[in-house]
T-cell receptor, first 109, second 113 residues
Framework: GENVEQHPSTLSVQEGDSAVIKCTYS??????FPWYKQELGKRPQLIID?????GEKKDQRIAVTLNKTAKHFSLHITETQPEDSAVYFC????????FGTGTSLTVIP | DGGITQSPKYLFRKEGQNVTLSCEQN?????MYWYRQDPGQGLRLIYY???????QKGDIAEGYSVSREKKESFPLTVTSAQKNPTAFYLC????????????FGSGTRLTVV
């Protein structure tokens, strides 16, 4: 299948710093790129998404950037807070839907 | 639960026993998915159904079975052939409106006792 590679698998940042998570995809047909946040024991929740005709989208402290040439998209969280601690997943679309393997983000107060 | 109801929330299975996880939706979505999540790991696709009376295997379908007799329901049976079923199971639907957005159920945590 068409995999999505996600890095890093774990990330620790000091409160107030920025966090960046990157996903690389291979399916050229992908045209929609969502990011999900999953808190411990809960279901994943969509936090931001971007379409292939847009290079960047921002929603308060979170943003997603897309580089279609290089086939990667990234989640950026600025001014991180302890409540941002969670596992974050990317996902591609195309002929199949595949999730990245997840990034466990810890924000240290 | 955002239109998707998974039950039960917790389920215990004895060795050699089949168990069925329920997933019901009132979103009128055609596509439904089952994922398995192991501790510290990502979401792995078990089965998916894009229309009533049709379903396809995902990456880890062995030891599982599904049915899609109604649009609203997509139950997952974990059979005795699944040797390591302890995991968190998530059901999801996909919006038909073109943005492919997922809506997840709240999950079922299955434990073998």
């Amino acid at each position: 299948g068409e995999n999505v590679e996600q890095h890093p698998s774990t990330l620790s940042v000091q409160e107030g710093d920025s966090a960046v998570i990157k996903c690389t995809y291979s399916d050229s047909a992908s045209n929609y790129f969502p990011w999900y946040k999953q808190e411990l024991g809960k279901r994943p929740q969509l936090i931001i998404d971007i379409r292939s005709n847009v290079g960047e989208k921002k929603d308060q402290r979170i943003a997603v950037t897309l580089n279609k040439t290089a086939k990667h998209f990234s989640l950026h969280i600025t001014e991180t807070q302890p409540e941002d601690s969670a596992v974050y997943f990317c996902r591609n679309t195309g002929n199949q839907f595949y999730f990245g393997t997840g990034t466990s983000l810890t924000v240290i107060p | 639960d955002g239109g998707i109801t998974q039950s039960p929330k917790y389920l215990f299975r004895k060795e050699g026993q089949n168990v069925t996880l329920s997933c019901e939706q009132n979103l009128n979505h055609d596509a439904m998915y089952w994922y398995r999540q192991d501790p510290g790991q990502g979401l792995r696709l078990i089965y998916y159904s894009q229309i009533v009376n049709d379903f396809q295997k995902g990456d880890i379908a062995e030891g599982y079975s599904v049915s899609r007799e109604k649009k609203e329901s997509f139950p997952l049976t974990v059979t005795s052939a699944q040797k390591n079923p302890t995991a968190f199971y998530l059901c999801a639907t996909v919006s038909p409106s073109g943005n492919y957005g997922y809506t997840f159920g709240s999950g079922t945590r299955l434990t073998v006792v």
